[in-house]
């Protein structure tokens, strides 16, 4: 090795090692931010909870007992250690089904969002740099759905077909793809302008590379940013299709579910809607608070 060689690694090496990793950044960017941090907590812990709920649970959730029916909780009178939150109207133990109610919420908002993501980024990638005919004709098949009410098309599907986790994960899917669509159009039609994206054109570059490697890549921020939201509207939705009754069906638990079961007793025992409310507000809010946080990250406008 030359004494010039030598020189220029000397002074690369510090150079990378100096160089902060894409981990410790976002690590520090949002130890910086409290609700960002708040938000984090809030959403890994219920993952958690999800997931080992079969673990936490000292009950199984769908396990009638009259002879416990409307126990309040432990800390009111006649309440008991072996139902810390109470019971139902059948006996069953409160925090158990909450704790199981959590795996459904999650799946139904997280697994609805990436469905809903895959169709409208695709169709918003393919509208924004195709254009024309192309964009002409999916914009207003997405005004088309934007016209139908998002809570009347579920409810009309639901119907019709019978009412599953499977089933709520398709029709929130489909009813909220929309919103994804603009936006990545919106982008897409900006990006495909830039200086890279026509000189890739110009050397002959298939279009489906163009769009996966150059426009995806560039849209994909803005899409982590609307879905992470997206999910906390989703849990709300799936809520209230489970409160009307169109959501899982017994035995399976929903925190929807166990509202609609809570409605009639809020005045004698307001245990049974409480602290499912609580759960899905807690969730909800931690959710926002990470998309918030998520936002301000990837934004460019906000560096």
Do not use: C
Not at 3 to 15: A, L
Not at 31 to 38: A, E, F, L, P, Q
Not at 192 to 211: L, M, T, Y
Not at 243 to 265: A, C, E, K, M, N
């Amino acid at each position: 090795m030359t004494h010039e060689s030598h020189t220029i690694s000397n002074e690369v090496r510090p150079n990378l090692i100096k160089r902060p990793s894409a981990l410790k950044k976002w690590w520090r960017l949002l130890i910086r931010s409290k609700t960002g941090t708040v938000g984090l907590i809030i959403v890994v812990t219920a993952i958690i909870i999800a997931l080992l709920a079969p673990v936490l649970a000292p009950h199984n959730p769908a396990a009638i007992n009259p002879a416990n029916m409307l126990t309040p909780p432990v800390w009111m009178e006649n309440g008991t250690t072996e139902h810390i939150l109470g019971t139902d109207n059948l006996g069953r133990d409160i925090l158990s089904r909450i704790l199981y109610g959590s795996q459904v919420s999650l799946i139904v908002g997280v697994s609805s969002v990436v469905l809903a993501g895959i169709i409208g980024v695709t169709v918003g990638l393919i509208a924004g740099y195709f254009g024309g005919f192309i964009d002409s004709a999916l914009m207003r098949l997405v005004d088309a759905f934007l016209a139908i009410p998002t809570i009347l098309f579920a409810l009309v599907i639901l119907a019709v077909f019978e009412p599953s986790v499977f089933t709520l994960i398709i029709v929130l899917g489909i009813t909220n793809w929309v919103a994804y669509a603009r936006l990545v159009r919106s982008e897409a039609l900006s990006i495909k302008e830039r200086d890279f994206v026509r000189a890739a054109h110009s050397i002959g570059v298939s279009n489906f590379k163009i769009i996966t490697r150059h426009l995806l890549p560039n849209v994909i921020s803005s899409f982590i940013v609307i879905s992470t939201l997206s999910v906390a509207t989703t849990i709300i939705l799936e809520a209230s299709l489970s409160f009307l009754g169109l959501g899982v069906q017994p035995p399976t638990v929903s925190w929807g579910s166990i509202l609609s079961d809570g409605r009639d007793y809020l005045a004698t025992s307001w245990w049974l809607a409480t602290f499912p409310g609580i759960a899905i507000t807690v969730t909800v809010l931690g959710i926002i608070f990470l998309g918030d946080w998520l936002r301000d990250v990837l934004d460019p406008k906000s560096k």
